[in-house]
């Protein structure tokens, strides 16, 4: 990348070193502690933290793992380039989570499942679905999540300590694989819920100082209107012209809800497309879904959801004001438009929104709390990317490991988890020079348009799956692959022409890509579910044998249930047990000579791969046999119940407010 402005402040004083510093070895402490404290020897105990967190760490659990540091340079960003409507992403996901809580997940506890692919594979039996699913969500982890957060990490990385971006982020990315492999799940759990309060305590001090600093809300208000650049000539009049819209800030700023046709966020697209990419995010995504399985009964879900739901009100004062701000006090750099100056600041051509946020932190921010908001920023870079190795290494294991070789025994499965973990991080590492030269003007974009592509046929399979009995295996498929074909057909060209810039427009056909990427994912959306329904209609039912706590409305059910997929299981299971009887046996001829000769190193390893001592391989996790329990507590469910009806009503009021 190119020297950054010389005006930048590196953070060098002993204050923030100290803090940087500290912060990380507490964090590993915290992971290392529960690598001790939780049973990981089992798959259950290492992908699912044994079942038995309550509801508080559950819900700050789903917070961090949704918050990633690109939440704080893409939504800053986005705020700082048009105004507050991209914080309706994030007040869309009050109502989506509790439709997680009250109906997604009672069906997936009572199914007896830990990942996605493996739930449809039980509701529609065959393996072709499970299959797209567990590779389109890899590809989804590592081409949206993993590198937007490795990216921005870095934006901020290089505002800070002026570091290389690939020192900066391999290092990163080693101390997150590094406690991701030894602790599992449960030291995720853990230092996730101490990350949510670092990152929301630090916001909130930031917030304060910018508010104080341009003069509290009202100034805003009047200031965010005129945050123009002062340079804006065209330093090469025959290549491009600078129209007056390029640099001027939006006269909808300031409202959430826009015009359906000229709006860079049109109404109908905030509400509805918003809802169903937030559906399949929410609802069906590995990453989040996990969490909400690990809790210990299904009122902890429904706590963990609300609270989580309180906490996404907080990113838009959080995160898009203060990148308002940042544009009113550094108009030359966050809003500047000529692409020689914008090189010069930020290193791309097309816009440096994506600075404001870290622009903030190392100019307004004092000593000693500035090295606080460099910790609280990579703290939610790991936790971010540390539940995506996590979940992926989850799918891969359990979905298409398990494929390959279905003799697996557990201690095979946890190692190659680890494999796995390592591969994608070095697949990420090589990702890097890409996602530098893809710098489109704003990050956040990037990510939902990608989402908006690809996501909404998983979200209708999955709502069809839960709430419509009649749906079948044929219906789920086509429906599933005619969506990625009208996906790819937008996504691909768009890719091809590139997304242009206000200077640069693109040259894509207006029939391509002239509909706005909302209001493609809610066409897309409905085809999706139309052709479901129409080939799940025209071909053979499923017996209601095969669906017992498998849809919403069985999910009561205490028939037995015949498992369209129990033959593959068996086989695999009986595949497992022989291996793992095999093993038994030559453990107990050499097991006493073996345990003399261990070294302390040799004990530490096998410790450090959660093999512990052989005696885990004996808990064969064969829970799927009793039928899990989705009772509640009468007075326990009526208070949560009354909670979300609250909440409901907080969002509703907010929604109304910057409408």
Known sequence: MEKLSPDKVIINNPADIIIIVGYFIMVIGVGIWSMFRTNRGTVGGYFLAGRTMTWWPVGASLFASNIGSGHFVGLAGTGAASGIAVGGFEWNALFIVLLLGWLFVPVYLTAGVITMPQYLKKRFGGTRISLYLSVISLFLYIFTKISVDMF?????????????????????????????VTGGLAALMYTDTVQTFVIIGGA????????????????????????????????????????????????????????????????????????????????????????????????HVKAGCIMCGYLKLLPMFLMVFPGMISRVLYPDEVGCVVPEECKRVCGTE?????????KLVVSIMPNGLRG?????????????????FNSSSTLFTMDIWTRIRPQATERELIIVGRVWVLCIVAISICWIPVVQAAQSGQLFDYIQ??????????????????????????????????????????????FWYGTGSCIFPSDCPFLVCGIHYLHFAIILFFCTSVLVLLVSYCTEPIKDQHLHRLVFSLRHSKEERKDLDWEQEEKGRSARREADEKMRENNSNDAVAEEEEKSGICRLISRFCGGGSSQTLEQEPEVSEQIPDISEDPAMKYAVDANALIMMAVAVFMWGYYA
Request: hydrophobic share 50%; proline share 6%; with cysteine.
């Open 204 to 299: 909130f001090v930031l917030t304060g100082f910018s508010f104080a600093k341009v003069g509290g809300y009202s100034a805003l208000l009047a200031k965010y209107s005129s945050a123009m650049p002062h340079n804006f000539s065209s330093q090469e009049p025959q290549r491009y012209n600078i129209s007056p819209d390029c640099y001027t800030p939006r006269q909808d700023a300031f409202s959430l809800l826009r015009d359906p046709t000229t709006g860079d966020l049109p109404w109908p697209g905030v509400l509805f497309g918003i809802a169903i990419v937030g559906g399949w995010y929410w609802c069906t995504d590995q990453v989040i879904v996990q969490r909400c399985l690990a809790a210990r009964s299904l009122t």
């Open 350 to 358: 097309v816009g440096c929104s994506n600075i404001a946020y870290p």
């Open 449 to 494: 348009s990608i989402s908006s592509y690809l996501a909404p046929p998983i979200a209708s399979v999955f709502i069809l799956a839960v709430f419509v009995k009649r749906v079948n295996e044929k219906g789920a498929f086509w429906g599933l692959i005619g969506g990625l074909v009208m996906g790819l057909c937008r996504m691909l060209p768009e």
């Open 372 to 388: 606080l908001m460099l910790a609280v920023m990579l703290a939610a870079l790991m936790s971010s990317l540390a539940s995506i």
């Open 152 to 180: 921005s990490g870095a934006v901020f990385i290089q505002q800070a300590l002026g570091w290389n971006i690939y020192v900066a982020v391999i290092a990163l990315l080693l101390i997150t694989a590094l406690y991701t």
